[in-house]
């Protein structure tokens, strides 16, 4: 089993940053790729971000250039660093891990951009 906590949620004016971490335990394998949905109000869950254990990244465009995941292998964590933040971005986000075609799930943590 795979455990998720996600922290470093809160409140930000538009054009803030925030940064979100995603600390992994449990029984993970080097081989994964880890990642952030959101879902804000009203909306389906979007996929903003994933990077694989050997450091692949992929984006949505609504976010390309503003912000940029990373992940520490060592900590088994993954980061979100959001810059220029909007209020399209509120949202909860949830952090994920994908192994061996399982994917696990973290509670969330809400961002909210807003002046």
């Known amino acids: 089993q795979v455990q998720l906590v996600e922290s470093g949620g809160g409140l930000v004016q538009p054009g803030g940053s925030l940064r979100l971490s995603c600390a992994a335990s449990?029984?993970?394998?080097?081989?994964?790729?880890m990642g952030w949905y959101r879902q804000a109000p009203g909306k389906e869950r979007e996929l903003v971000s994933s990077?694989?254990?050997?450091?692949?990244?992929k984006y949505v465009d609504s976010v390309k250039g503003r912000f940029t995941i990373s992940r520490d292998n060592a900590k088994n964590t993954v980061y979100l660093r959001m810059n220029s933040l909007k209020p399209e971005d509120t949202a909860v986000y949830c952090c994920?891990?994908?192994?061996?075609?399982?994917?696990?799930w973290g509670k969330g943590t809400l961002v909210t951009v807003s002046s």
């Open positions: 449990g029984s993970i394998f080097s081989f994964n790729a």
């Open positions: 990077i694989t254990s050997g450091g692949r990244t």
């Open positions: 994920t891990l994908t192994s061996f075609g399982i994917d696990y």
